[in-house]
């Protein structure tokens, strides 16, 4: 993979390819300008200036590049993806606009997960050249905390246990200065019940741990993120068939968004006291696995039964909800790929969003479709809360009833978060399960960039 900072340089007048961008309803003027072997090499390229569609034309002995995106005067981050992930190394530069926005695109598209690659086959990087200095530096940041999540995520499993995501957390607060307080295997009985419950089960290896990560100046606002770490996850004793459990290395997604959000707030600078944590796990089966029926005390001190040990992620994100509201936080935001619900709702290209407060909703869905990363917000109806009662204890950790399985997940976080907190919950699927112009498949940031611009917008830099 290169590095994304290579990729987008201020442009000081070298020499580079030019991109002409054209609109469909503009491309015939545009032709109208070329000589009639350049309009016949846009012919046999069949190019018409839809956008996506994109052709190499011969210029002496080089070559310019015509581009179809649906307005050259506003460029979303996607529109120059497919070219910098197909046009031959070298260096570039628009010849009739600045890329803007398309800078996060550009350097996405040429992400590529090849750790585990004996053989290295990534062509050289396209490097774009641009006038817009001042954004440079921003759009860097968020194109790498997006490949931090793809990274993480792609991961295998042996190698992104608790442990490595411990790892990276740490590498985050050498990184800035921060603290990190890490509770490891048996000690997290006392004080993380549920997320010991949950994680003893696994090889020693891939102890249980909570990783609490603050920065910044203790006066200012609280900012809590959390995210879920299951690192794998079987189901437990509710194991999950072969096809459900292919992809569940993903299942820490939700901890690699919770961390690369923290890099931003700390890169950014952000007039916060951030809180990150983040619970990992391995959701493993063994002799000491925690079975159905059995009754979990939490850090809360509320008693939930466990019906499915499936539904584990919301029971390490309750006891690190309990923690981070501790801090009478002005935001907690929180992201887990939590429920097939929400995928069966709303697809895997969009994160469900759970708020209490509509303008905070608002915000972060207004964020989020600025900066082409949107959500959709799902409701929290207090009537489904019957849906997770319990005869034994203070709660069920699932629902009998196949109904509305994502806004239930939804109510039993809220049962942990504090009273008249604000909280945000990203249901996000952290993956991308066929490629777009940017978006290889694999790990993905989805909820990312909304949650980080709405962030930016509510604390400034």
Known sequence: MHEAKALIRPDRGEDAVAIHLVAKEGFEGFAKGLSAGQRAALAAHKFEGAAGQYAIVPEGDSFFVVAGVANPESLTAWCLAKLADELPEGVYRLANAEPGAAMFGWITGQYRYARYKSEDKSVGARVLLTAQVAQIEAQVAEAQAEMLVRDLVNAPPEDMGPAALEAECERLAKSYKADLAVIRGDALEQDYPMVHAVGRAAARHHAPRLMHLTWGDPTHPVL??????????????????PSGMRLMKKDMGGAAHAIALAGLVMEARLKVRLHLLVPAVENAISGSAFRPGDILRSRKGLTVEIDNTDAEGRLILGDALTRASEESPDLIVDFATLTGAARVALGPDLPALFARRDETAEAFLAAGKAHDDPAWRLPLPESYREYLASDVADMANSSATPFAG??????????????????VHFDTFAWSPSPKPGRARGGRGLGLRAAWHAIRARYGA
């Open 406 to 423: 994502a806004s239930v997940a939804g109510l039993f976080l809220d049962r942990f978060v504090g009273e008249g907190i604000d909280w």
């Open 224 to 241: 809590a993120v959390v995210g879920k770490g299951v690192c794998f996850d079987s189901g437990g004793l509710d194991i999950k068939p």
